[in-house]
């Protein structure tokens, strides 16, 4: 028994050990650099990011809209008279064009607003 409560107080001895080591050896002093940083090389205003997120938000609709519409135009193409195949074609090329007309919206009125809170 005393065996056992022995090894367990070497145990617990060791890993003490090696946490203060790690502790004492990591002592030093660390500079942190900003993950985003902008053009002027400081750390990137929440600005900044948010409008990095909305231009990449921006073109990947930009790019999937485009597919939406051949895919429509695939599925009424390969419809064979099916009206339930042509229907759905129809919708994914509207859903894709009205997609198109929101990303085009979002982009004049987000250019229009940073203008006027920029002047």
Do not use: H
């Not at 050990?17 to 050896?25: D, M, Q």
């Not at 500079?31 to 002027?40: A, D, W």
């Not at 009206?83 to 990303?103: A, E, F, H």
Request: hydrophobic share 55%; charged share 15%; glycine share 10%.
């Amino acid at each position: 028994m005393t065996k056992i409560n022995f090894l367990k107080l070497a145990v617990v001895a060791v890993v003490m050990s090696f946490t203060l080591t790690a502790g004492f050896a990591m002592a030093q002093a660390v500079t942190l650099e900003p993950p985003i940083k902008n053009e002027s090389g400081s750390g990137a205003e929440v600005e900044d990011i948010i409008g990095k997120v909305a231009g990449v938000i921006f073109w990947l609709g930009l790019m999937i809209c485009p597919i939406g519409i051949i895919w429509g135009g695939f599925e009424i193409a390969t419809a064979g008279g099916d009206q339930n195949k042509i229907t759905k074609g129809r919708q994914i090329i509207l859903y894709s064009i009205i997609g198109l007309v929101i990303i085009a919206i979002s982009a004049t009125l987000a250019t229009v607003i940073k203008n006027i809170l920029t002047d």
